[in-house]
Structure formats: C-alpha cells, structure tokens
C-alpha cells in the first residue's frame, strides 16, 4: 500500500524557514508528481507547489512563489518543501500528495510564531 510520511514541522518565527520531508513508500517515486498543500485554520485545503517527475520541473501557487522552494531526492524517494522567510500566513498543516491521486500524508503542522 502506497504510504507518504512526512516530517519536519514545528514552530518557526516570522521571517524564519523551515523544510519539511516526505518520504514515499511501495510505489514507483521516480516517475511520479508529487505536490504540497496547505490547509491553514478555517480555511481549505490548497495546492502550494508541485515538482514533476524528471526533470524536475516546478510550479508554485502565486502565495508561495517568492518563499518557497520545492525539491525531491529521488534516490531517496523524498520530496521536500523549503519555507523561507515565512509569514504568519504560512501556517498550517501540509500534505504531500502523488500527483493529483488519492494518496496523501498525513501533514505535518507548521506553526508560527511572533
């Protein structure tokens, strides 16, 4: 069974920067999407950034663009989300996702703090 684990959530200031790590399990990593969202406190869940399978191309939600930097290891069959210079709106819980499948982590928390 297809299984995604992340890690690498916590607290960080505004401004501060944070990388979270999703390591994917029993599938075929190397040929797939992969994707990051967002779900902040009362709001939906949204598409924060995507990388593809090689080469690697990346594409970003406009709210992120500029502070957010997506990357995978396929080596180690893990994609990763870089915050940096994170605001207050960056909070939240993120979910890494195969592609637009049904498969999703469970989301690490990142919280913000001033």
């Known amino acids: 069974q297809v299984q995604l684990v992340e890690s690498g959530g916590g607290l960080v200031h505004p401004g501060g920067s944070l990388t979270l790590s999703c390591v994917a399990h029993?599938?075929?990593?190397?040929?797939?999407?992969m994707r990051w969202y967002r779900q902040s406190l009362g709001k939906e869940r949204e598409w924060v950034a995507s990388?593809?399978?090689?080469?690697?191309?990346?594409t970003y939600a406009d709210s992120v663009k500029v502070r957010s930097f997506i990357y995978r290891d396929d080596a180690e069959d893990t994609v990763y989300l870089q915050l940096n210079r994170v605001t207050l709106e960056g909070a939240g819980v993120y979910y890494c996702?195969?592609?637009?499948?049904?498969?999703w982590g469970r989301g690490p928390q990142v919280s913000v703090f001033s």
């Open positions: 996702r195969v592609g637009d499948s049904n498969f």
């Open positions: 029993r599938f075929a990593f190397s040929g797939s999407e």
């Open positions: 990388i593809s399978k090689r080469p690697s191309i990346r």
